[in-house]
């Protein structure tokens, strides 16, 4: 969840990228980039600054897997990546990743940071070992970096019905048929589901923003 994201190609000076983890000195920097890169775009304001807060502190969260991204010295991205699985029709269970919230600082996006951070850090996470990830995004801009539908892959999405549109609901391997011939159905963490009213709390902490209607927003 929270990962739609403009992943353009453009030619990168990649000698000036910085990708490291995120410590605890980058933490509100970092929710203030994506408190900026979210702000009005799916909501008025936006929540994902207040769950990346929480998310750190919960214990699917993957600190191996927490980074942030800078481009001449100035921090302008960051990723994080949550435990997931996917409960299987034969009463099994599969460990998965999911990912998001990943954001881009507005006056950098749409030149090719987004996808290089994306690339990046799936290698990072395929050399942890990890087999899969699933999450919502936009396909045609992840599908760049590997993602496809997950319906081609057997997974569904908890509480869509038959016939409903699962576009948004994406998934790639990271080993070799990982996915090969399962069937199973895939929930959105509850990390992500957070208080509204404790989010709106935790904004009021930061610098006034003003919340705008916008007819582009989806909740």
């Known amino acids: 969840m929270f990962s739609y994201l403009y992943l353009e190609e453009n030619k990168l000076n990649k000698n000036n990228i910085v990708i490291r983890h995120e410590e605890k000195k980058n933490y509100r920097e970092v929710e203030s980039l994506v408190r900026d890169s979210f702000w009005n775009v799916y909501r008025p304001g936006c929540l994902e600054h207040y769950v990346l807060h929480v998310m750190r502190e919960s214990s699917g969260f993957i600190p191996s897997l927490d980074y942030i991204m800078y481009y001449n010295d100035v921090l302008i991205g960051q990723i994080v ?24 600082k507005n006056e950098y996006k749409r030149q ?12 990072k996470a395929t050399s942890l070992g990890w087999g899969g990830i699933c999450f919502e995004g936009n396909f045609k801009f992840y599908s760049t970096c590997g993602f496809t539908y997950a319906r081609d892959y057997g997974i569904k999405y908890h509480g869509l019905k038959e016939g409903d549109d699962d576009s948004f ?7 070799k048929d990982y996915f090969k011939a399962i069937n199973g159905v895939y929930s959105t963490p509850e990390v992500y589901f957070v208080s509204e009213a404790d989010a709106e709390s935790f904004d009021k902490t930061f610098p006034f923003k003003v919340k705008e209607k916008l007819p582009s927003q989806i909740f």
């Open 169 to 175: 609901f994406l998934a790639k391997e990271l080993k």
């Open 81 to 104: 990546y949550y435990k997931a699985k996917l409960d299987l029709f034969d009463g099994s269970s599969l460990d998965i990743l999911t990912m998001g919230p990943i954001a881009i």
């Open 112 to 123: 090719g940071f987004g996808k290089y951070l994306l690339d990046y850090t799936l290698d």
